[in-house]
């Protein structure tokens, strides 16, 4: 085969390959053999038909779309690697040539991935991170854990922000009740901002017992179009206030937070370990994400073609709609429950769907440019992870994963880690003397 790439601009071309009579006459005979079960010729018992009648009957030509239809893929995946093109979308076709005991020409328009200029991407400047753990935020900490391990005592006091109420409550708008607008016994932290905007806070210093008629405007962009916007009243009953109790911070408070440890000091100590350990996830996470998008800024690329952009945000879709489909939503019932649309869905992914295709393009460029590969026991590695992280056996990874996927994708992790470890954190000293 010879193939004929002519670049038009950034991201198209014409690829242009001829199909040989090997493959022209495989084609033909498995046309043949699909199409002869459903011809009836005198004589011939249904699909018995003889090629040669059936080419003197109907033309030999009469098998061209379906043996085409049947060995384009294979010719086009042959005449791609030939050329050296990554294509990524589907290919227009047209057909230069077929004419009869000659090899068939094939022109193809395709759309193909950009070519990258890096630029700097080892040793780029980045922000410095404050790595510390303080006291306050041991204290915050261990006050969370308090918060947590509150008991809720009813109070005969006016209900305050902080305190749980329990009520009965019935909306209405313009005199008429809607849907969802009413509930018996309902447990309510009053500040917690869960009800619409407004209605906790006139909750506040009332009593158990009393009659409270709340008067709120439902937000313009909420959930249900029937109510939003509108003005609505609810007849609300307090039926209890339950206030916090709080555990006193001493060593048997500490000892019910943590079984490993025996005195509040020791809680303090741990605590902080614990904060030092997820401080440096942090730090190093803020770290590398700020010297992949310096690494991904310096990188020059002129056009992204608009078939990656809405491949990326399919496969946005498809993963979140995996993990709904793992908790027990469809699609259906998602859109349903919030109010939203596909479209809607999909434009809400567009926003950050072009910075992750030049992410991703740059990020494979830079696998090239370091000649980064990944190991047999990087790859076996990964799929343990992979099995770890969605409780699968590692079998199952190995047969829904090539190997070429997974090559690729630890590549990308190598290629990220050797951005982030070769970044260069600034010195305050150096964001002065840029001002």
């Known amino acids: 085969m010879t193939a004929k790439w002519n670049k038009k601009d950034a991201v198209t071309g014409e690829l242009t390959f001829e199909i040989d009579q090997d493959q022209i006459k495989t084609g033909l005979d498995k046309a043949f053999n699909r199409v002869k079960g459903n011809i009836t010729v005198p004589g011939f018992r249904k699909g018995k038909v003889s090629r040669t009648i059936f080419n003197k009957m109907y033309g030999e030509t009469a098998l061209y779309e379906d043996a085409l239809n049947d060995?384009?893929?294979?010719?086009?995946?042959?005449?791609?690697?030939?050329?050296?093109?990554?294509?990524?979308?589907?290919?227009?076709v047209s057909i230069e040539s077929m004419e009869p005991g000659k090899n068939w020409e094939i022109k193809t328009t395709v759309t193909v991935k950009p070519e990258v200029k890096l630029g700097e991407y080892k040793g780029v400047a980045i922000p410095k991170q404050n790595k510390r753990v303080y006291a306050a935020d041991v204290d915050k900490e261990i006050e969370e854990k308090r918060q947590q391990m509150a008991e809720l005592v009813v109070s005969e006091d006016a209900a305050k922000k902080g305190d749980t109420v329990v009520i009965d409550y019935n909306g209405t708008i313009d005199g008429k009740e809607f849907d969802g607008g009413s509930a018996k016994n309902y447990s309510l932290e009053l500040g917690s901002g869960s009800f619409i905007p407004g209605f906790e806070d006139q909750l506040e210093?009332?009593?158990a017992g009393e009659d409270v008629t709340v008067k709120v405007t439902f937000p313009e962009?909420?959930?249900?179009?029937e109510v939003a916007g509108k003005d609505a009243e609810f007849a609300t009953t307090i039926h209890e206030v339950k206030v916090k109790e709080l555990p006193e911070l001493d060593d048997e408070f500490a000892k019910d937070v943590d079984e490993d440890v025996d005195s509040l000091d020791d809680?303090?100590?741990?605590?902080?370990?614990?904060?030092?350990?997820?401080?440096?996830?942090?730090?190093?996470?803020?770290?590398?994400?700020?010297?992949?998008?310096?690494?991904?800024?310096?990188?020059?690329?002129?056009?992204?073609?608009?078939?990656?952009?809405?491949?990326?945000?399919?496969?946005q879709m498809d993963q979140f709609f995996g993990n709904m489909q793992r908790q027990g939503i469809n699609q259906e019932m998602y859109f349903k429950l919030t109010g939203t649309t596909e479209q809607q869905m999909r434009d809400q992914f567009a926003?950050?769907?072009?910075?992750?295709?030049?992410?991703?393009?740059?990020?494979?460029?830079?696998?090239?440019?370091?000649?980064?590969?990944?190991?047999?026991?990087?790859?076996?590695?990964?799929?343990?992870?992979?099995?770890?992280?969605?409780?699968?056996?590692?079998?199952?990874v190995r047969n829904a994963l090539s190997d070429d996927m997974l090559v690729h994708d630890i590549s990308m992790q190598k290629a990220i880690a050797l951005i982030r470890d070769s970044a260069v954190e600034e010195k305050k000293d150096d964001k002065k003397s840029d001002d």
């Open 71 to 92: 060995i384009f893929p294979e010719a086009y995946e042959a005449a791609v690697a030939e050329a050296g093109i990554e294509p990524v979308d589907q290919p227009q």
């Open 205 to 207: 210093g009332h009593k």
């Open 221 to 225: 962009d909420y959930q249900s179009k």
């Open 267 to 315: 809680l303090k100590k741990k605590v902080r370990e614990d904060l030092k350990a997820k401080k440096a996830n942090e730090v190093q996470e803020a770290n590398e994400q700020a010297a992949l998008k310096v690494a991904v800024d310096n990188a020059t690329i002129e056009t992204i073609p608009d078939a990656m952009i809405q491949t990326e945000i399919q496969q």
């Open 351 to 396: 926003g950050n769907a072009e910075t992750r295709v030049k992410t991703n393009l740059v990020l494979e460029a830079i696998v090239a440019a370091e000649n980064i590969e990944a190991s047999d026991d990087e790859i076996a590695n990964e799929v343990k992870s992979l099995a770890s992280d969605y409780g699968m056996e590692e079998t199952a």
